[in-house]
């Protein structure tokens, strides 16, 4: 075993490809805040080389790691010696990427937006050459020009889509900021574009994607899913180039918006990861006084810049930067969200995780200029007895957050309430309780039932937001009513779960962030995506994979701009 690493070390350096062999990624639990900050020491131990793919957050919240193979018997000593639990996720990184490699090699695509594959990973070049035909065969709706040029001086392509018109309000959708994240660029791809298959037509060998009759039509199994037993062909949903004319919401927003869509704004790093680096996740610009190079683009702009959401160390993964914007991909796009001064909506997907994000990430305060959002998270302990939480902040539901049920202790227990939730759901009536359920900006009262518990007192809607020592409910009760309704209509598709919130409260603080700043700089709809999976292949996700993650996410992509269209501000 020892002769074939070195054998293949020695190949890599030839060949100047960074090789993975016999590397693992661990899927490791953390029981408490003791094993949490030794995880954190691991992570800055720089002879390991440990690379954090999951950072640690909270106990009980798994974090994942690539261990390099002649560190790994270091690390599992020292998880095993501190009765750290964890698990192999992925056996040997490199048999993954040599399985990506020949897939790749095998499915070269001809120069023609009707056979290029959307179902398998492409090279920078091939993209962008992909980019001009779908121009050429959209000229009288999209349209393609340059913002800027990155450090190594590739150019930055945004794709425009518009049926006319001077500075209208616009939509900006951006994917791989993160080079290594694979998965965001081939989903940009197939957004942007209509594969044209008709039904019954189906070549053996592509992807039949659910039947979306509209927005919220009804969705059949892709044999790739794990629910897919539906059998059927059935026609490819909607994208944008071509669904113009033909879906009525997309019709209806590019009648009155634009669509601004970067879809590789790292290609350094892009680049990187296919001639060098695959687990390149950085841009490639030179750090002085470093042997390190790059900085992360997703904490290097101007919201909370140099918190503890980011790293001062240029050879972190996470490095911030020597000053906010100093990347020449971050400052172009700020530039051009500033100079057009009418972009309503900022989407950034990313991978991995499977999660719908919003501001903020680099402060916990709630965002500003919007009501306080009571938010009930899954892994929240209510522990806290209905008189003593009414008497520290009084009781109200003010956003479509949830219901309350008095258990014999007289806990308060929440519920979910989802938009059109059914009151059946709630326990049988004795006692009545006020909840206001914000639905476009429009207040409606619903009321639920309580179990009677005569013995509880004092329960009643007082109008006094609050916050307690085990609760944190903050964020946008629109965003959270968006998101929420986001992936229900993503998980209809193939039956993948989502959770959403809040950035610092639904993952960890993090500042420099793209949406943050956007949120800060006056664009109010501002999500991040972590697309699929939740840890078992992570940056590594199998192009079997391409189509059904772009299948699902589009609905969650349309509802949000349905509603940028519809709430004009």
């Known amino acids: 075993m020892k002769i074939l690493l070195v054998f293949a070390a020695f190949v890599a350096a030839a060949c100047s490809e960074q090789l993975f062999v016999g590397d693992q990624v661990l899927r490791i639990t953390p029981s408490d805040e003791e094993q949490i900050a030794l995880l954190r020491m691991l992570g800055e131990q720089a002879e390991l080389q440990a690379d954090f793919w999951r950072h640690p957050t909270s106990p009980g919240r798994p974090t994942d790691v690539r261990v390099p193979f002649p560190s790994l018997k270091t690390v599992k000593n020292l998880l095993e010696c501190n009765s750290i639990s964890y698990s192999v996720m992925i056996e040997d990184v490199q048999e993954l990427l040599d399985e990506e490699k020949k897939t790749m090699k095998s499915r070269r695509r001809v120069r023609s937006t009707n056979t290029f594959d959307f179902a398998s990973y492409h090279t920078l070049e091939e993209i962008y050459d992909w980019m001009d035909t779908l121009v050429d065969n959209h000229s009288s709706l999209v349209s393609k020009f340059q913002i800027g040029e990155s450090y190594e001086n590739r150019p930055l392509y945004v794709l425009k889509f518009s049926t006319g018109g001077s500075n209208r309000s616009a939509i900006w959708l951006d994917t791989g900021i993160h080079s290594r994240e694979w998965i965001t660029q081939a989903t940009g791809i197939w957004t942007a574009n209509k594969v044209t298959t008709c039904p019954g037509t189906q070549d053996p060998g592509s992807y039949p994607s659910p039947f979306l009759t509209s927005l919220h039509g009804t969705a059949r199994s892709h044999p790739l899913s794990p629910r897919g037993t539906e059998a059927g062909p059935a026609p490819l949903p909607a994208q944008i180039a071509e669904e113009y004319g033909q879906d009525p919401s997309v019709t209806a927003i590019l009648d009155s918006m634009d669509i601004f869509f970067a879809i590789i704004i790292n290609p350094d790093g892009f680049a990187f990861t296919h001639s060098s680096n695959r687990m390149w996740r950085k841009t490639r610009s030179i750090n002085t006084g470093s042997h390190c190079i790059g900085v992360d683009p997703n904490r290097n702009w101007d919201a909370g810049f140099g918190g503890s959401g980011s790293s001062s160390n240029p050879c972190s993964e996470t490095y911030r930067g020597p000053y906010a914007h100093s990347e020449s991909e971050v400052k172009a796009i700020v530039d051009f969200i500033r100079s057009h001064g009418n972009v309503k909506s900022v989407i950034s997907i990313h991978s991995y995780s499977q999660m719908l994000l919003f501001p903020y990430g680099y402060k916990r305060a709630p965002v500003p200029n919007h009501q306080e959002l009571v938010r009930w ?193």
């Open 377 to 569: 998270p899954q892994n929240v302990d209510t522990g806290l007895q209905a008189p003593a939480l009414l008497e520290e902040s009084g009781w109200t539901i003010p956003g479509p957050s949830l219901c309350l049920l008095l258990d014999a202790t007289c806990t308060l227990k929440p519920i979910p309430a989802f938009l059109g939730g059914r009151l059946q759901d709630v326990p049988p009536i004795h006692q009545k309780l006020r909840v206001f359920l914000w639905e476009k900006q429009e207040q409606r009262e619903w009321e639920t039932m309580l179990g009677s518990r005569p013995h509880c007192t004092g329960v009643s809607a007082a109008p006094r937001s609050w916050s307690t020592r085990s609760h944190r409910f903050l964020g946008s009760p629109l965003q959270n009513e968006l998101a929420k309704k986001a992936v229900s209509n993503l998980a209809a598709v193939y039956g993948t779960k989502y959770t959403y919130g809040s950035i610092v409260d639904t993952i960890y603080m993090a500042d420099g962030t793209t949406v943050d700043w956007a949120y800060d700089n006056g664009v109010k709809y501002s999500f991040t995506f972590e697309l699929r999976d939740t840890g078992r292949y992570g940056f590594l996700l199998p192009s079997t994979q391409i189509i059904p993650t772009a299948t699902e996410t589009w609905p969650a992509l349309l509802d949000i701009m349905v509603h940028v269209l519809e709430h004009p501000y």
